[in-house]
């Protein structure tokens, strides 16, 4: 028997979050959880009913800017108008200063949790833990308000392309940029996006008590082994066996768990699609402990710098791991130096940072006459998080993308009357 903790006891279930891009084995993971009865969640294949993720991402709404796009009052007292989104007036304070009357995210999300789990242990009275399949940006909310268990799943990601192409093939596959009529270079820039962006945030991980690592070939190699890990970790008594291999067998791409397992060597895999992933995920190959060419050249990251020119709206330093953004005004931005460049050899552009204010980042590049303008410019939404987001720009679908490009100008946490701060890990460009 393993271990019992004291947080057993606690009246709010204690999350086991699987944190991990798809075809890394999170579904198999769910079915083996699903092996000790005092974990709680939906055992209905591919265990994706994602209760957690759905009253964190309402918090968020409630507790976020008002003056929706998606939600109007009248669709509010509509009974049976069943649209949703942020609240929809404003929710700024008033013009005297008094605050509004609404709970943080913070507080809407610790009611709601109290709630679910007091439900749930109505029903499953041995119920002390919950687990799902998470994003990535759901540990770090969760962290604030109450304990957790997070384990990262991570696999080669060449093999991670291939396999969710095999999936897709076969039927519908959300969230794989793998629908019909998608180049190759499409869909592995946006595996190698998504990969990046678990990436990060499992390398933030590292230091902390509450989160252990799964490789995938550990798993199907030695699977009793990473089991135990598992039982030590979240205290648990799993027992993979018939039920996961089931799972394997109803959810796998390839003939058998073994022939999973480096399939990138002998499956057709264009050349083009294996550089760029190999390039844009260079150290997380190395530091998984994967197999990689000694010809292969880690993509550039540009990180801005004191040196740079940036407005008066706010500050860039340089900082052991990339820059430190600091943002007293409504349009911060820093002008990034290029080697020239032509436009049509770029098809991407990724920023990774966090921040603490700013509701969208965009990019500008210059007109014929070095201006920059509305015209020549591309905005994306940002919302402010402690976790590490990877912004994408795709700069090759704006018809004016076009010339030889020596600089670029990036407007970073914009949008805000409140002063803030933010981090930058690194600027990249992606090729076409």
Same mark, same amino acid.
């Given at each position: 028997?393993?271990?019992? +903790?004291?947080?057993?006891?606690?009246?709010?279930?204690?999350?086991i979050?699987?944190?991990?891009?798809?075809?890394?084995?999170s579904t198999?993971?769910?079915?083996?959880?699903?092996?000790?009865?005092?974990?709680?969640?939906?055992?209905?294949?591919?265990?994706?009913n994602?209760?957690?993720?759905?009253?964190?991402k309402?918090?968020?709404?409630a507790?976020?800017?008002?003056?929706?796009?998606?939600?109007?009052?009248?669709?509010?007292?509509?009974?049976?108008?069943?649209?949703?989104?942020?609240?929809p007036w404003?929710t700024?304070?008033?013009? $005297?200063?008094? #605050?509004?009357?609404?709970?943080?995210?913070?507080?809407?999300?610790?009611?709601?949790?109290?709630?679910?789990?007091? *439900? %749930?242990?109505?029903?499953?009275?041995?119920?002390?833990?919950?687990?799902?399949?998470?994003?990535?940006?759901?540990?770090?909310?969760?962290?604030? &308000?109450? #304990?957790?268990?997070?384990?990262?799943l991570?696999?080669?990601?060449? /093999? %991670?392309? @291939?396999s969710?192409?095999?999936?897709?093939?076969?039927?519908?596959?959300?969230?794989?940029?793998?629908?019909?009529?998608?180049?190759?270079?499409?869909?592995? +820039?946006?595996?190698?996006?998504?990969?990046l962006?678990f990436?990060?945030?499992?390398?933030?991980d590292?230091e902390?008590?509450? =989160?252990? &690592?799964?490789?995938?070939?550990?798993?199907?190699?030695?699977p009793?082994?990473?089991v135990?890990?598992?039982?030590?970790?979240?205290?648990? $008594? &799993? *027992?993979?066996?018939?039920?996961v291999?089931?799972i394997? /067998?109803s959810?796998?791409?390839?003939? $058998?768990?073994?022939?999973? %397992?480096g399939?990138? !060597?002998?499956?057709?895999?264009?050349?083009?699609?294996?550089?760029?992933?190999?390039?844009?995920l260079?150290?997380?190959?190395?530091?998984?402990?994967?197999?990689?060419?000694?010809?292969?050249?880690?993509?550039?990251?540009? %990180?801005?710098?004191?040196?740079? =020119?940036?407005?008066?709206?706010?500050?860039?330093?340089?900082?052991?791991?990339?820059?430190?953004?600091?943002?007293?005004?409504? /349009?911060?931005?820093?002008?990034?130096p @290029?080697?020239?460049t032509?436009?049509?050899?770029?098809a991407?552009?990724w920023i990774?940072? !966090?921040?603490?204010?700013?509701?969208?980042?965009?990019?500008?590049? #210059?007109r014929?006459?070095?201006?920059?303008d509305?015209?020549?410019?591309?905005?994306v939404?940002?919302?402010?998080?402690?976790?590490w987001?990877?912004?994408?720009?795709?700069?090759?679908?704006?018809?004016?993308?076009?010339?030889?490009?020596?600089h670029?100008?990036? $407007?970073?946490?914009?949008?805000?009357?409140? #002063?803030?701060?933010?981090?930058?890990?690194w600027?990249?460009?992606?090729?076409?």
């Amino acid at each position: 028997m393993a271990e019992d +903790r004291s947080d057993d006891h606690c009246d709010l279930l204690v999350p086991i979050l699987v944190a991990g891009y798809g075809r890394v084995g999170s579904t198999a993971l769910m079915a083996l959880l699903g092996t000790d009865e005092r974990v709680a969640f939906d055992r209905r294949y591919p265990f994706e009913n994602r209760y957690l993720t759905y009253v964190a991402k309402l918090s968020l709404l409630a507790a976020g800017p008002g003056g929706s796009p998606h939600l109007d009052a009248v669709q509010l007292h509509d009974f049976t108008d069943d649209h949703f989104g942020a609240m929809p007036w404003l929710t700024g304070p008033a013009k $005297d200063g008094m #605050p509004v009357v609404r709970p943080s995210t913070g507080e809407w999300l610790s009611g709601l949790w109290r709630t679910f789990s007091a *439900s %749930v242990r109505r029903s499953h009275p041995h119920a002390t833990r919950y687990a799902e399949k998470a994003p990535f940006w759901l540990a770090a909310i969760v962290r604030e &308000l109450m #304990p957790c268990r997070v384990i990262h799943l991570v696999r080669d990601p060449r /093999d %991670v392309f @291939l396999s969710a192409r095999a999936f897709a093939r076969v039927g519908p596959a959300l969230g794989f940029g793998m629908e019909a009529g998608t180049s190759e270079m499409d869909q592995a +820039r946006h595996t190698a996006h998504g990969l990046l962006t678990f990436a990060e945030n499992e390398a933030a991980d590292r230091e902390r008590g509450d =989160r252990c &690592l799964v490789r995938y070939e550990d798993w199907a190699e030695h699977p009793d082994a990473v089991v135990r890990q598992l039982n030590r970790f979240v205290a648990l $008594d &799993l *027992s993979a066996g018939d039920a996961v291999d089931r799972i394997f /067998d109803s959810h796998a791409t390839s003939a $058998d768990l073994g022939a999973s %397992v480096g399939r990138w !060597r002998h499956e057709p895999f264009s050349r083009e699609p294996r550089m760029l992933i190999e390039r844009h995920l260079a150290r997380q190959l190395v530091d998984y402990g994967y197999e990689i060419a000694p010809d292969v050249r880690p993509a550039e990251a540009i %990180v801005p710098g004191p040196e740079m =020119r940036c407005s008066s709206d706010g500050s860039v330093t340089s900082t052991a791991t990339g820059a430190l953004v600091q943002v007293w005004g409504e /349009d911060f931005w820093v002008e990034l130096p @290029l080697e020239p460049t032509p436009a049509d050899a770029i098809a991407e552009l990724w920023i990774c940072l !966090r921040g603490t204010t700013g509701n969208h980042c965009s990019v500008y590049w #210059p007109r014929a006459d070095g201006a920059y303008d509305e015209t020549h410019s591309i905005h994306v939404p940002f919302r402010p998080g402690s976790h590490w987001q990877i912004v994408r720009f795709r700069v090759d679908r704006h018809p004016l993308w076009q010339g030889v490009l020596s600089h670029l100008r990036l $407007d970073l946490f914009n949008g805000t009357t409140t #002063p803030g701060t933010g981090e930058v890990r690194w600027v990249r460009i992606v090729e076409s």
